[in-house]
């Protein structure tokens, strides 16, 4: 996951971008200048105090957001650890995909819900303070109801019916619970998304047309980047043509050599990395049991004149990120799993034990695989 941790809540990984430094220093900007607009007195220190808890509960606002959809998905028995907090909420790098419409529906819906009640309780609490008499009471007043905006506009963006946005992933739920096939959900998602896409770009067009350019051009490149997002579901229903079929076993690495969490990473880092090795990631063995997998993305992240130093156990991915497969699970379902524990590989054990280890390269083969057999297929057949 990228961005850096800074607090757990609820057992979640908090995790953000660097870029929300620049995002909370213009909200700050913006809410003292609405501040010294409401009440000329507190300009100043004071103005730029209430500017700067704006701009923090606006980036409260965007954990609430995703926190929701982890806290949902956790209640209906998916495994999330860690939270990404983007700038307008919607879908993160470990964002959760149920295997019930329902269930996910209900995770998508819940990010948008909790904005939504927050802008209109924040807007209340904004006209009775600006109702009440004073400098500090206006101040008040507008800073709520900045909040309370930026709510609204987190909710009502997440539900334009576009994925990655929550409102696409709803599109997607629907259409996969009144059909049952999650492929065809997919292209419900997709078909929505190029419409919103197409009128977000519309729109755009019209609006610089009419000479707000800077405007326009930022709506109508906002559609665009919804309908390359739309692109990528069709390249991924592709994907799922190809290989849904296919279980973990079709692309398992057997007889994967395990480590030991006290081994040092310069007894077998070089391995690892090599053009040549048999894998790319490796099991923890301690006391023959399980307890992490250590892969090509860990060894990197660690400099190579600290290797002698630094200890299997300092950088492998352990529990709960660490999940166990089994051979007969869908071969999609395998890859978003080792995509949510952002690892190279997971475990794959049967009723005897570990039997090998799932990995993103390991995957990659089995794709590359099934597409010159289906080349393959064409040029005989033609």
């Known amino acids: 996951m990228r961005g850096l941790r800074i607090a757990t809540i609820a057992g979640f990984e908090i995790h953000v971008q660097l870029g929300w430094l620049l995002v909370v220093a213009i909200i700050a900007a913006l ?3 609405q501040v010294g607009e409401v009440a000329p007195d507190l300009a100043g220190p004071a103005g730029w105090l209430i500017g700067g808890i704006a701009a923090l509960g606006f980036f409260g606002s965007a954990v609430a957001h995703d926190l929701a959809h982890a806290v949902v998905a956790r209640r209906r028995g998916l495994v999330v650890s860690a939270v990404q907090v983007s700038f307008f909420g919607g879908a993160t790098p470990d964002e959760p995909v149920a295997r019930r419409p329902m269930d996910d529906l209900a995770i998508a819906a819940a990010g948008p819900a909790v904005n939504i009640l927050l802008g209109v309780a924040l807007l209340l609490v904004s006209t009775g303070a ?6 500090l009471a206006l101040a008040a007043g507008s800073l709520f109801g900045v909040l309370a905006i930026l709510n609204l506009l987190i909710g009502g963006l997440n539900l334009v ?9 709803i599109v997607r739920d629907i259409a996969w619970r009144r059909t049952g096939d999650l492929t065809r959900g997919w292209r419900a998602a997709a078909a929505a998304g190029r419409l919103s896409a197409f009128s977000l770009i519309g729109a755009g067009l ?5 000479g707000d350019i800077t405007n326009g051009a930022f709506v109508a490149i906002s559609g665009w980047f919804l309908f390359l997002s739309a692109r990528a579901i069709r390249d991924r229903i592709e994907v799922d043509q190809l290989i849904g079929d296919l279980t973990v ?14 081994l040092t990473l310069d007894t077998f880092a070089a391995q690892l990395l090599g053009e040549g090795s048999p894998t790319t990631v490796v099991p923890v063995v301690a006391d023959e049991r399980l307890v992490g997998v250590v892969g090509v993305g860990q060894v990197r992240r660690v400099r190579p004149s600290t290797w002698a130093t630094k200890r299997v156990a300092d950088v492998m991915v352990r529990p709960p990120r660490l999940v166990q497969l089994s051979a007969t699970d869908s071969l999609l379902s395998g890859f978003e799993r080792i995509r949510r524990a952002r690892a190279d590989g997971l475990p794959v054990s049967g009723p005897d034990g570990l ?28």
């Open 161 to 169: 019916p576009a994925y990655p946005l929550d409102g696409g992933r």
């Open 355 to 382: 039997l090998g280890m799932l990995t993103l390269r390991s995957i990659g083969g089995a794709v590359r695989a099934r597409r010159e057999a289906r080349a393959a297929g064409t040029t005989s057949d033609a």
């Open 31 to 33: 809410s003292t200048a």
């Open 249 to 262: 076993g079709d692309a398992l690495e057997r007889d994967v050599p395990a480590v030991t969490p006290s």
């Open 130 to 135: 600006s109702a009440a008499s004073g400098q």
């Open 206 to 210: 019209v609006v610089a047309a009419g």
